[in-house]
Every structure is written in structure tokens, then in C-alpha cells.
């Protein structure tokens, strides 16, 4: 085998500390051939995590740390997450060393294209702590939670700011009402004092 693997094939993630809702873990990868060996990492679930770096080379009885970075689980995606994610990490011995040259997504592009270069598959498994995710999940229950109190808290604000527009507009439409109400009096006691001057002139 070209390569060795620490801590193994599995994975265990620990919190960044004690406040922090995201948890990380590393790989160290030892290159045990005298040439440079291409590397590439992947993951089933690469929207869960931050995995640097995902490419590069490691050269001749040379070791690298690939740092990942679990970003905190979603309250419907957590349970889902335990013990079912995995890494697939594809190496290969570099035979020409002129492709050092190319950047690491270009070396792999002449890998895959060169029935020439062998490819070592190993897969990592991800292990979560039970005592580890649950704070994470409680956490994140617990912000959602606070958010749609907000939420609630807005939506109350809302309704008594429309109550008060409906109070305001029923007292415009009384004030109008009794405008009209009155306007149409004075007319008519215009008319009938007219009519009532009017009348006592003539005689």
C-alpha cells in the first residue's frame, strides 16, 4: 500500500470548544513510496463539511494533515448524520514527475485519462460521539426555538399594529358619517329658515 492512514479508517469529531456548535477532526496521510503520490478527498455528504485541503501531493516519505471542519447539523439532518457519512480518499504514485508542474485538479484530470496510473480507493468512516452531537443538537433545537419565539413575538407586534389601524379606521368612518349627518341638518334648517324669511317678507 502506497499510503498509511491516522487515525485509520475511521473518523472521530470533537467540538471546536466547549461553546462552539461545530466539531472537527484530522487525517494525517503518509506517503511509504520514495516518489510523490497525487491525492484526492471526498465526501457523501460535502455540504456537511469543509475539508481543507481536498487535493494536493505528498511527496516521498513525506506525511500531510487534511483538517475537517463538520459545520453544525440541522435539527431534521442530525440523527440522519450519526454514523452514516463517509470519505472516499483516492491516491495515486506519481511515475512523471513533469506533472508535478500541473495544479492538483489537473494532475487528477491526467490520473483518470492514464490507464497508466493506479488508483488506491480508501474509505473513511465518520464515528460521532453521542455525547458529542447531542450538545450540538440541543443547541441548534434550542436557536430555532428562540427563533420562532421571535417570530411569534413579531407576528403579535403585527396584529396589534392592525387592530389599531382597524379601530383608527372605524373612527374615521363614524367621524365621517356624523360629518354627513350634520351637514345634511344645517342644510335643512337653511332651507326651512329661508323658506320661513321668505315667507314672512311676502306678507
Known amino acids: ?103 492538483a485538479n489537473d494532475l487528477w484530470t491526467r490520473i483518470d485519462a492514464n490507464p497508466q496510473y493506479k488508483i488506491e480507493r480508501h474509505r473513511v468512516i465518520c464515528h460521532f460521539d453521542t455525547d458529542m452531537t447531542k450538545p450540538l443538537i440541543d443547541q441548534e433545537l434550542e436557536r430555532t426555538k428562540s427563533e420562532l419565539l421571535s417570530l411569534e413575538g413579531r407576528l403579535d407586534l403585527y396584529d396589534d399594529e392592525l387592530d389599531a389601524i382597524r379601530d383608527l379606521r372605524d373612527q374615521q368612518r363614524k367621524t365621517t358619517v356624523s360629518l354627513q349627518v350634520l351637514l345634511a341638518v344645517a342644510v335643512t334648517v337653511f332651507s326651512l329658515s329661508y323658506a320661513f324669511f321668505t315667507h314672512i317678507e311676502k306678507r
Request: without cysteine; aromatic residues 8%; hydrophobic residues 40%.
Open 1 to 103: 500500500m502506497s499510503i498509511t492512514l491516522q487515525p485509520g479508517n475511521a473518523l472521530s469529531f470533537r467540538p471546536l470548544d466547549s461553546s462552539s456548535r461545530m466539531s472537527f477532526s484530522t487525517l494525517t496521510v503518509r506517503n511509504e513510496y520514495n516518489n510523490p503520490v497525487a491525492f484526492r478527498i471526498q465526501s457523501t455528504a460535502p455540504f456537511r463539511y469543509i475539508v481543507k485541503p481536498r487535493a494536493g501531493v505528498v511527496f516521498g516519505k513525506s506525511t500531510i494533515q487534511i483538517e475537517i471542519l463538520m459545520l453544525p447539523p440541522s435539527p431534521e439532518s442530525a440523527n440522519d448524520a450519526e454514523f452514516s457519512d463517509t470519505f472516499l480518499l483516492e491516491t495515486s504514485e506519481i511515475v512523471q514527475q513533469r506533472h508535478l508542474a500541473s495544479l
